[in-house]
């Protein structure tokens, strides 16, 4: 959740993440790249009931992962950032419940609409170090070991909001100083408001999310500097600690997010692999159904030079076999309904349609044998790539060998949002025209209503059948930038083939830009209205090298 301050002329973002594992809270450091907006419900009822409104008092108390907002007049925001447990909660008059994002079994009394909000309840066995004197905290410490316990397991299970990381640094400074682990943590805890929390990893953070280096083993977020002798490494600041915060989960979650679409990327090329395998054992198949295509031939000769001597046999008729030295009989397809003479060209016929079957059966298999190798290179370098960058190289190879991901291209921020989104193939086909133009077809009247108004940029040449229903399809250009001739008509053919004049012997096609194409209002997805348009007529003719 992306909450947006202002005071005067600037403004300061928060974000509120929800993470299960790694939920916080701080100031963005990079650029979001998901949607503008969400369609939740609590997001529309928080936005209409604090936009606007003052904050008037922000707190928090001790070791509770909870911090309440308050603004003016009764309302507020209580955000609990408990891992596995991670919340957003609405407050109205009297800090009410109003609304929670998340609805947990466990919290369902606490969070009911009506009843007064109260963070979650420490547990009684676990230790509050922020109420708690150091003299405590090791007298706590030690019955935990007596019962078994680690000091380190201790640390970072029983005594709340320390962590491992925090537990790890606190050990180590009280091994390098003599000190006691009570006395080292409660002056941590004493000096937390002036000090400044730091990223330890390699390089920039922000630089290794971009690249896919954000190694969590070699990244860590720590409440505290800890001594040069102690700990080496690079230590990174964004300024301040919401902001520092801000940018290592950043760089966590954008690059899971990037890793996330990157396996989905991997899995559409797997999955287009499978596929083409497929189409290759139904290859073979057919060549195997269109086995010895000149049999028909023969049969044919044999009936007509055997028109004289034939002996019916229910749809068959026996006739002597004019390529057998002997003379020897054998029984030819005719059903008892046709002339011979027809029966002869029925089967030549079929000795034609086997014959051209087989032969382009045949060069699918190449053609088919040749995809597959391109697939498999394709696979290799998803396994390779790694970062926003690699999400770009896999999809522009990808849109190379026609599979259409990553097709939108207004802005880079439109770009950038549709990474944070999950992958999918489009529901669309693409070409390239023999002038070297790629050629977006839609399949669907969903999937053409989002080629034209999500995919293609307003100077793409929009183009349709006139008068019929049919495919919408796009010519991707640049501004002011002249299609060849050969281009358009090449699309031309494409948009009467994919549509109901299909067996038509000329139809008319409408194309102009996409920016003069409109939504009919009230009418079905897909359907549009032109402001102005050209009409060029064409044969219906299905594009070349078309796969699927």
């Known amino acids: 959740m992306r909450l947006v301050f ?133 007298a706590f410490l030690a019955s935990r070991t007596r019962s078994g316990e680690s000091l380190f397991d201790a640390l970072r299970r029983d005594v709340v909001g320390i962590g491992s990381i925090g537990a790890e640094l606190i050990l180590a400074e009280a091994r390098a100083r003599g000190a006691s682990a009570g006395t080292v943590l409660r002056e941590r805890l004493e000096s937390l408001s002036a000090a400044t929390i730091l990223i330890e990893g390699p390089e920039d953070p922000a630089t290794a999310a971009r690249l896919g280096r954000v190694d969590r083993e070699l990244y860590r977020l720590l409440p505290w500097r800890p001594a040069e002798q102690q700990h080496e490494g690079r230590w990174h600041d964004a300024g301040g600690a919401s902001a520092t ?35 290759q054992l139904r290859v073979r198949e057919a060549l195997g159904s269109f086995a010895d295509p000149e049999r028909f031939t023969r049969m044919g000769e044999a009936l007509l030079a055997g028109l004289r001597s034939a002996r019916r046999r229910d749809d068959e008729v026996l006739v002597p076999d004019p390529y057998d030295p002997e003379g020897r009989e054998i029984a030819v397809p005719a059903p008892a309904d046709r002339p011979l003479t027809q029966a002869a060209d029925d089967l030549f016929h079929k000795g034609r349609r086997a014959k051209r079957g ?21 696979a290799a370098l998803g396994e390779r790539v790694r970062g926003a960058e690699g999400v770009e ?26 990474r944070a989104l999950p992958p999918k193939l489009e529901g669309i086909r693409m070409v390239e025209s023999t002038d070297g133009w790629s050629i977006l077809i839609g399949r669907t009247g969903r999937d053409n209503d989002r080629l034209t108004f999500k995919i293609a940029a307003p100077e793409d040449i929009w183009l349709h059948a006139a008068g019929v229903p049919g495919a919408h399809v796009i010519i991707r250009t640049e501004r002011d930038a002249r299609v060849p001739d050969a281009t358009l008509a090449e699309a031309a053919r494409a948009a009467a083939w994919f549509s109901d004049a299909r067996h038509e012997g000329a139809v008319d096609v409408s194309w102009t830009r996409r920016k003069n194409v409109r939504r009919a209002k009230g009418g079905s997805s897909g359907n549009v209205v032109l402001k102005r348009f050209e009409t060029i007529r064409v044969r219906p003719t299905p594009p070349a090298g078309l796969d699927g």
């Open 358 to 378: 087989r032969e382009l059966a045949a060069a699918r298999g190449v053609s088919l044998r040749g995809r597959l190798a391109k697939l498999e290179a394709l």
């Open 6 to 138: 202002a005071s005067g002329s600037h403004t300061f973002p928060l974000v509120i993440s929800l993470h299960p594992e790694l939920p916080w809270i701080g100031r963005p450091a990079l650029r979001w790249e998901g949607p503008a907006w969400s369609p939740d419900a609590f997001v529309n009822a928080a936005s209409r009931a604090l936009a606007g409104r003052r904050v008037v008092s922000v707190r928090k108390e001790g070791a509770d992962r909870s911090l309440r907002m308050d603004f003016a007049p009764d309302a507020g925001l209580a955000i609990e950032l408990a891992t596995h447990g991670a919340n957003v909660v609405l407050l109205g008059e009297g800090g009410r419940v109003e609304l929670a994002m998340r609805h947990p079994k466990r919290s369902a009394e606490r969070l009911s609409p009506g009843a007064v909000w109260r963070p979650r309840p420490i547990p009684v066995e676990k230790l509050d170090p922020f109420r708690t004197a150091s003299d405590e905290i090791d």
């Open 393 to 418: 190289a896999l999809e522009a190879a990808m849109r190379l060998e026609k599979i259409p991901v990553g097709l939108t291209r207004a802005t880079k921020a439109s770009r950038a949002a549709t």
């Open 245 to 279: 915060a801000g940018l290592f989960h950043d760089a966590v979650e954008s690059q899971a997010r990037t890793a996330a679409h990157l396996a989905a990327l991997r899995s559409i090329v797997k999955n287009e692999a499978k596929r083409t395998h497929a189409a």
